[in-house]
């Protein structure tokens, strides 16, 4: 006979529903974890009393002898750890990474990332993430992911159920999502399981904090160019909670007095809630959303002509979630999706002439994607050997490729141009963590996905499996194979996810694009130091990618006899295929005084397109042959924390112009110039070029430094910290350009000539210095 034991983790002190704990149970070497919510469930053989672990990183274990004779239910609370003097708790480790059958998978405890040195002090989890084997950064000071070969439009980012589209403030500096309201953050780079699907490269999945549900507490931080406060408490108390966390920046203000009235400026402001309610075991309410917006003017004024212009661009989402337990093995999710992301370039110019009449021209040109999804998953365990997994999720989309509105004197007339495209992309999913013995642990599954657009149907089965096989107590080898496909695009021609990149539907000309991945590795835990290695190896092949074609840009509007009109994105885009494949090694440890990783990538990444270099692959731009990192934090007492932070990488593929060289112009009955010394008068400078990203810019490396010191009192606790970013100055290059000079020599009057490459570098030594509350 057997019987079943279920619950929920929660943290001590707050009742926060902890996910991914492990609970193992020794006897038997075996073990499930929680699941996004908190709640897991076991079925076990019948006996007098089992021992279950409950185990998490940053939180004291907790052991349970439980008698199984019937049904139980064990809801666990988990202390967070605390480092004494005096005291040594011993406790029995954690899982091992080499028990679980995931692989290619990246979890960053959010007391790390708070530790890290950032750029400005400003704590960001995609740059912390950006320090992981397999994962790249697009360009200096970026917060951009280019996972395994993978552009940015390939990365599924998840906050609460919600995709958001574009993740960047400061256009692409810093990343949206606050740290201070985060709960958990995991990154997939492979091996993916059938319930996620949609994207190529990567899942990112990011839960905010359901708030405390026993204390009102707070946190707030200020810093160089922004101010963050979080607060959360309980509605009712043990049963309903929120949690509000809000950020703004204020370089506006800041260079305000160093500028002419009026002349412009840049903010950006962001904004998480939520709402939960527990009614009880078997149900709980979710509400929660995001709001963030960036803003970026300038204005100029004469005497008779003004000019106001700008961007602005900006994401909203929200969740209402149900969680149901139909049983102590049946848990179900049912989700209510909203995700708005909208770009928006204004341009505003009024003339007076001599008898002072005013003209204006207007123009408004803004680019979208708006969704709503309906998503309903189950989770049920009906023994120790297996956990089902299975659900469906539809989404409705709306897709604003170029809307062009305008009012231009010169034509007479008022335009307005909107293209709105409507998408229907659906998934359903069965998978299943299996293991038939001790030694094999096994997830597979399968995902059939579909895509409508225009009276155009895409259905394409995705095939998902990952075996791992633990050969030792502490070595295993794992395996996975999975296929994806992705039904929306990209369109960038700058590769760093500027908020001008527009998304776009697969359409009857344009297909979606698909991946298929293969990957094989080795962990070893070292569990004496609280140690994880990993190494792997993967191939990634790409097809139905898409890119710009020569000269097409984002704006799609040309000019011609009757003004500016739109032209079709599709006419503007080249699809093609690309390769990935390489070598990764990380070396973790997440707990201790001195905690956090080593991290080597060998990668090559190919792109081939028929309409650019000739046919010929080329190197894609954030192909790196070597990347490394290292991240060390140490606290040698309760009051200081040290961090540092040393990456190098093979420098970004870029192209080049081979020769510069002055042609005539030629129009029919006027002179074409003519030609003195080595150059034509009267001309035009034409650059060849050759081959698409032939040319490597200069290798980066960048040291970070940081230092933190903590103080506790009677209300809480209050956190100096002091940063260096860069603390060797390294001039890496963030772009090059080419720069004509010439040189006259008195002595012999001739002037020679030259073609200079040049280099931008962004950031020399930044030091930062940041105020923080815990309360």
């Keep these: 006979m057997r019987h079943t034991i279920s619950g929920y983790v929660r943290e001590a002190g707050s009742a926060e529903l902890l996910i991914g704990v492990n609970v193992y149970l020794p006897a038997l070497q075996r073990g499930t974890t929680t699941n996004s919510y908190g709640f897991y469930s076991l079925t076990l053989p019948e006996a007098d009393t089992v021992e279950l672990v409950f185990s998490y990183v940053g939180y004291q274990p907790k052991s349970f002898r439980v008698p199984l004779r019937a049904a139980q239910q064990l809801d666990v609370a988990l202390r967070g750890s605390m480092t004494l003097q005096e005291v040594v708790v011993e406790a029995p480790p954690s899982p091992p990474v080499s028990s679980t059958v995931q692989m290619s998978a990246v979890e960053v405890p959010i007391a790390q990332v708070k530790a890290i040195p950032a750029l400005l002090g400003e704590k960001d989890v995609l740059k912390v993430l950006q320090l992981m084997p397999g994962v790249q950064s697009g360009s200096e000071g970026n917060s951009g992911l280019y996972v395994r070969g993978g552009g940015p439009d390939q990365n599924l980012i998840i906050l609460d159920d919600a995709v958001v589209y574009n993740a960047y403030h400061l256009f692409g500096f810093f990343s949206l999502f606050n740290g201070d309201a985060l709960k958990s953050v995991e990154l997939t780079k492979g091996g993916f399981p059938a319930r996620y699907g949609g994207r190529l490269s990567s899942v990112l999945e990011m839960n905010m904090k359901d708030g405390n549900k026993e204390t009102l507490q707070g946190e707030a931080g200020l810093g160089l160019i922004s101010s963050r406060l979080t607060l959360e408490g309980p509605l009712v108390k043990n049963k309903a909670s929120f949690l509000i966390s809000g950020r703004r920046t204020y370089a506006d203000l800041l260079i305000r007095p160093f500028l002419p009235e009026g002349d412009g400026g840049y903010y950006f402001w962001d904004l998480n809630g939520k709402l939960n309610?527990?009614?009880?075991?078997?149900?709980?309410?979710?509400?929660?959303?995001?709001?963030?917006?960036?803003?970026?003017?300038?204005?100029?004024?004469?005497?008779?002509?003004?000019?106001?212009?700008?961007?602005?661009?900006?994401?909203?989402?929200?969740?209402?979630?149900?969680?149901?337990?139909?049983?102590?093995?049946?848990?179900?999710?049912?989700?209510?999706?909203?995700?708005?992301?909208?770009?928006?370039?204004?341009?505003?110019?009024?003339?007076?002439?001599?008898?002072?009449?005013?003209?204006?021209?207007?123009?408004?040109?803004?680019?979208?994607?708006?969704?709503?999804?309906?998503?309903?998953?189950?989770?049920?365990?009906?023994?120790?050997?297996?956990?089902?997994?299975?659900?469906?999720?539809?989404?409705?989309?709306?897709?604003?490729?170029?809307?062009?509105?305008?009012?231009?004197?010169?034509?007479?007339?008022?335009?307005?141009?909107?293209?709105?495209?409507?998408?229907?992309?659906?998934?359903?999913?069965?998978?299943?963590?299996?293991?038939?013995?001790?030694?094999?642990?096994?997830?597979?599954?399968?995902?059939?996905?579909?895509?409508?657009?225009?009276?155009?149907?895409?259905?394409?089965?995705?095939?998902?499996?990952?075996?791992?096989?633990?050969?030792?107590?502490?070595?295993?080898?794992?395996?996975?194979?999975?296929?994806?496909?992705?039904?929306?695009?990209?369109?960038?021609?700058?590769?760093?996810?500027?908020?001008?990149?527009?998304?776009?539907?697969?359409?009857?000309?344009?297909?979606?694009?698909?991946?298929?991945?293969?990957?094989?590795?080795?962990?070893?835990?070292?569990?004496?130091?609280?140690?994880?290695?990993?190494?792997?190896?993967?191939?990634?092949?790409?097809?139905?990618?898409?890119?710009?074609?020569?000269?097409?840009?984002?704006?799609?509007?040309?000019?011609?006899?009757?003004?500016?009109?739109?032209?079709?994105?599709?006419?503007?885009?080249t699809t093609g295929q690309g390769w990935s494949y390489g070598a990764e090694v990380l070396l973790q440890r997440k707990v201790g005084k001195f905690s956090g990783w080593i991290g080597y990538t060998l990668s090559w990444t190919q792109l081939q397109f028929e309409e650019l270099n000739q046919g010929k692959p080329f190197w894609a731009r954030y192909d790196r042959r070597h990347d490394v990192s290292v991240v060390g934090i140490y606290r040698p007492s309760d009051r200081i924390t040290l961090s540092g932070t040393w990456v190098y990488g093979t420098g970004n593929a870029i192209t080049l112009p081979l020769a510069d060289y002055r042609a005539p112009y030629h129009i029919p009955g006027q002179s074409a110039g003519r030609y003195s010394g080595n150059y034509w008068v009267g001309g035009y400078n034409v650059e060849d070029y050759g081959e698409r990203n032939a040319y490597r810019m200069a290798p980066y490396h960048r040291l970070d430094v940081g230092i933190q010191f903590h103080k506790q009192t009677g209300w809480g606790e209050r956190t100096w910290e002091l940063s260096f970013y860069n603390t060797y100055a390294r001039q890496n290059p963030f772009f090059y350009f080419i720069e004509d000079d010439q040189t006259y020599d008195e002595q012999t009057q001739q002037t020679t000539y030259r073609t200079l490459l040049k280099q931008v570098s962004l950031f020399p030594i930044v030091p930062s210095i940041s105020y923080s509350l815990k309360f």
Excluded: C
């Excluded at 130091?529 to 097809?543: H, N, P, Q, S």
């Design 277 to 573: 309610y527990d009614f009880g075991r078997n149900d709980k309410v979710y509400l929660s959303g995001y709001f963030g917006r960036d803003r970026f003017f300038f204005s100029e004024k004469e005497d008779d002509y003004q000019t106001k212009a700008g961007i602005n661009w900006g994401n909203a989402t929200g969740t209402v979630r149900w969680n149901h337990l139909y049983s102590e093995r049946l848990f179900a999710n049912t989700s209510l999706i909203f995700s708005n992301y909208r770009f928006n370039i204004f341009v505003d110019e009024t003339q007076t002439d001599a008898e002072g009449q005013e003209e204006e021209f207007n123009l408004r040109y803004y680019s979208g994607v708006r969704d709503w999804s309906l998503k309903h998953d189950l989770f049920y365990v009906p023994n120790p050997r297996h956990t089902l997994r299975l659900g469906l999720h539809t989404t409705l989309h709306r897709f604003t490729p170029s809307a062009f509105v305008a009012n231009d004197p010169d034509v007479g007339e008022n335009r307005r141009e909107v293209t709105p495209i409507d998408g229907v992309e659906s998934g359903v999913y069965l998978e299943d963590t299996y293991q038939p013995t001790p030694l094999w642990l096994l997830n597979g599954g399968i995902r059939l996905s579909h895509f409508y657009t225009n009276g155009r149907h895409y259905i394409n089965p995705e095939p998902r499996l990952a075996l791992a096989y633990k050969f030792r107590d502490d070595w295993s080898v794992k395996a996975s194979y999975a296929t994806m496909n992705q039904y929306i695009h990209l369109l960038s021609n700058t590769g760093v996810g500027l908020p001008t990149d527009l998304w776009v539907p697969s359409t009857a000309r344009i297909r979606p694009q698909r991946s298929q991945q293969v990957a094989l590795g080795l962990a070893k835990d070292f569990m004496q130091r609280d140690l994880a290695l990993t190494i792997e190896g993967y191939y990634k092949k790409m097809d139905h990618i898409i890119n710009y074609k020569e000269g097409a840009s984002f704006f799609l509007i040309e000019d011609g006899p009757e003004g500016a009109a739109p032209v079709s994105w599709e006419e503007n885009v």
